[in-house]
């Protein structure tokens, strides 16, 4: 075929080649490698499969190096995420050097109750995610010691991940600090406050419903796994290799602090890092001597440094004489973080080959195509947005394609944006953390220290909130019609 063809003249089955080679291939890397598909297969199933789609497009006429540079230019949306992924990493290294995420942990193991444990999990990073307006600073920080703590009660890692990512994400996008928040009325022009009020009809069901679920999952726990002396053990482990004390808190604090005056994410969480090596260097002498010099070769000096370097860029390493301990502290790192950079930029070279090719469009037009009415655009919309978290791996194309591809179809349909910006968040921002290669779902992964498809069934708000979107389009409750709302302004961006 020598001719560049149109979007709408791609014949369907072409469109779907890529697609389902790349589906073919992640399930073989699946059945393969089971939980250890995330560190290499899938990768390869994502290379393989833009290779495909930039084969296909070569077919179709386009040329190689627009092709080559829209990979580049899907790579680079991705860039931030990476940066922040790195300075997550160098945070949960100074942090567990310097005694912050240990001190959270020796305080929840003494105030949190094992049978109301989930419930307060999602509490807690609602509240921490509505003031910052950040579900990554939240999942990075509190959330990444409460998974602690629930390892060291001997609850399970998987629902408490489950908890921590419903309540970040339902923090975050009730609140007015949050980028993607910001972005979905941007994309289609509605006001910001009649957004979140909007999104309150569906999300705050989808949140009550999770407290009820994980309420009745806490009181039916097995706790017996950690008994009362076990984690009175681990407190005192924790008080002989750390000091603790608040002090200690101060970087969460600091961290917490910037996020509200919205200082960017990756300063914040640099910075963060940073004071964390600071405290450590206060208040964690001694243990930092040891970790930064075993022998006790070099000066004080040169083994401080010498530490700092090393939480930054590998992690720390501690023995406390409990394996199961010296697992949960010993961790972070840049280097944590590179097989999780590794599969979000294989995964932006599938997003970018798709979309220059015109195969991502083609598969929407035929979408667009079964539309019927207000349920049948909504449903459309939610799938488009989980597709989108699929191929383009990145929840901000999940949120600006989808946006600007249907916002001329709600409007015709005589539908206020808000229906439009609501949806975009109800299925775009919140199951970007259940697609493993997706920036969110593989930050969440590495930073939480559990596989996604782990927690998956039990991040009960992302699950949820799709679902109650769709149903609210076919029954047509709290559908806005445009006549009731303001005339759109133009979007931006």
């Given at each position: 075929?020598?001719?560049?063809?149109?979007?709408?003249?791609?014949?369907?089955?072409?469109?779907l080649?890529?697609l389902?080679?790349?589906?073919?291939?992640?399930?073989?890397?699946?059945?393969?490698?089971?939980?250890?598909?995330?560190?290499?297969?899938?990768?390869?199933?994502?290379?393989?499969?833009?290779?495909?789609?930039?084969?296909?497009?070569?077919?179709?006429?386009?040329?190689?190096?627009?092709?080559?540079?829209?990979?580049?230019?899907?790579?680079?949306?991705?860039?931030?995420?990476?940066?922040?992924?790195?300075?997550?990493?160098?945070?949960?290294?100074?942090?567990?050097?310097?005694?912050?995420?240990?001190?959270?942990?020796?305080?929840?193991?003494g105030?949190?109750?094992?049978?109301?444990?989930?419930?307060?999990?999602?509490?807690?990073?609602?509240?921490?995610?509505?003031?910052?307006?950040?579900?990554?600073?939240?999942?990075?920080?509190?959330?990444?010691?409460?998974?602690?703590?629930?390892?060291?009660?001997?609850?399970?890692?998987?629902?408490?991940?489950?908890?921590?990512?419903?309540g970040?994400?339902?923090?975050?996008?009730?609140?007015?600090?949050?980028?993607?928040?910001?972005?979905?009325?941007?994309?289609?022009?509605?006001?910001?406050?009649?957004?979140?009020?909007?999104?309150?009809?569906?999300?705050?069901?989808?949140?009550?419903?999770?407290?009820?679920?994980?309420?009745?999952m806490?009181?039916?726990?097995?706790?017996?796994?950690?008994?009362?002396?076990?984690?009175?053990?681990?407190?005192?482990?924790?008080?002989?290799?750390?000091?603790?004390?608040?002090?200690?808190?101060?970087?969460?604090?600091?961290?917490?602090?910037?996020?509200?005056?919205?200082?960017?994410?990756?300063?914040?969480?640099?910075?963060?890092?940073?004071?964390?090596?600071?405290?450590?260097?206060?208040?964690?002498?001694?243990?930092?001597?040891?970790?930064?010099?075993?022998?006790?070769?070099?000066?004080?000096?040169?083994?401080?440094?010498?530490?700092?370097?090393?939480?930054?860029?590998?992690?720390?390493?501690?023995?406390t004489?409990?394996?199961?301990?010296?697992?949960?502290?010993?961790?972070?790192?840049?280097?944590?973080?590179?097989?999780?950079?590794?599969?979000?930029?294989?995964?932006m070279?599938?997003?970018?080959?798709?979309?220059?090719?015109?195969?991502?469009?083609?598969?929407?037009?035929?979408?667009?195509k079964?539309?019927?009415?207000?349920?049948?655009?909504?449903?459309?919309?939610?799938?488009?947005?989980?597709?989108?978290?699929?191929?383009?791996?990145?929840?901000?194309?999940?949120?600006?394609?989808?946006?600007?591809?249907?916002?001329?179809?709600?409007?015709?349909?005589?539908l206020?944006?808000?229906?439009?910006?609501?949806?975009?968040?109800?299925?775009?921002?919140?199951?970007?953390?259940?697609?493993?290669?997706?920036?969110?779902?593989?930050?969440?992964?590495?930073?939480?220290?559990?596989?996604?498809?782990?927690?998956?069934?039990?991040?009960?708000?992302?699950?949820?909130?799709?679902?109650i979107?769709?149903?609210?389009?076919i029954?047509?409750?709290?559908?806005?019609?445009?006549?009731?709302?303001?005339?759109?302004?133009?979007?931006?961006?």
């Amino acid at each position: 075929m020598n001719e560049q063809q149109s979007e709408s003249n791609i014949p369907l089955w072409l469109a779907l080649l890529p697609l389902l080679f790349l589906i073919s291939l992640l399930a073989l890397s699946v059945g393969l490698f089971g939980d250890g598909s995330s560190y290499g297969p899938n990768q390869i199933a994502l290379m393989l499969s833009a290779g495909m789609a930039g084969i296909v497009g070569l077919f179709l006429g386009k040329s190689w190096d627009d092709i080559e540079g829209a990979i580049v230019d899907s790579i680079s949306l991705a860039l931030k995420a990476c940066l922040i992924l790195l300075a997550v990493g160098s945070l949960i290294g100074s942090w567990m050097l310097a005694g912050t995420a240990p001190s959270i942990i020796y305080y929840g193991l003494g105030i949190l109750d094992p049978g109301w444990f989930y419930p307060a999990t999602l509490l807690i990073c609602a509240l921490v995610a509505i003031s910052i307006g950040s579900s990554w600073t939240t999942a990075g920080t509190v959330g990444l010691a409460l998974v602690g703590i629930s390892q060291i009660m001997g609850l399970s890692m998987p629902v408490t991940a489950g908890a921590v990512i419903s309540g970040a994400y339902f923090g975050d996008k009730m609140s007015p600090l949050s980028d993607t928040t910001n972005l979905a009325p941007a994309m289609v022009g509605t006001d910001l406050f009649v957004h979140i009020r909007h999104m309150a009809w569906t999300t705050t069901p989808s949140f009550i419903i999770a407290l009820i679920l994980f309420t009745l999952m806490g009181l039916n726990a097995d706790v017996r796994g950690a008994s009362v002396d076990e984690i009175e053990t681990a407190r005192i482990l924790l008080r002989d290799n750390y000091y603790v004390g608040l002090p200690t808190i101060l970087p969460l604090v600091l961290l917490l602090g910037l996020a509200m005056r919205k200082v960017s994410a990756f300063p914040s969480i640099a910075i963060g890092a940073l004071a964390g090596c600071v405290v450590a260097l206060i208040w964690q002498a001694d243990l930092v001597q040891s970790f930064g010099d075993p022998d006790d070769s070099l000066s004080p000096w040169a083994s401080s440094v010498k530490a700092m370097f090393m939480a930054l860029a590998d992690g720390f390493q501690i023995e406390t004489g409990d394996s199961a301990l010296d697992e949960l502290l010993s961790r972070g790192g840049m280097s944590s973080m590179l097989n999780t950079i590794w599969l979000i930029m294989s995964a932006m070279c599938f997003g970018g080959a798709m979309e220059q090719t015109g195969l991502l469009q083609r598969l929407v037009e035929t979408l667009l195509k079964g539309v019927r009415g207000t349920g049948s655009l909504i449903a459309t919309t939610v799938f488009t947005s989980i597709g989108m978290n699929v191929i383009a791996a990145d929840q901000y194309m999940a949120i600006v394609l989808p946006g600007r591809m249907y916002r001329l179809e709600f409007a015709r349909r005589g539908l206020a944006p808000q229906n439009l910006s609501r949806t975009l968040e109800d299925a775009g921002t919140m199951t970007s953390a259940l697609v493993p290669w997706n920036t969110c779902g593989a930050f969440m992964a590495a930073t939480l220290g559990v596989p996604t498809f782990a927690y998956l069934p039990y991040a009960f708000v992302n699950l949820l909130n799709p679902v109650i979107a769709i149903i609210y389009g076919i029954t047509n409750f709290k559908i806005t019609p445009l006549e009731k709302a303001a005339e759109p302004e133009p979007a931006t961006g």
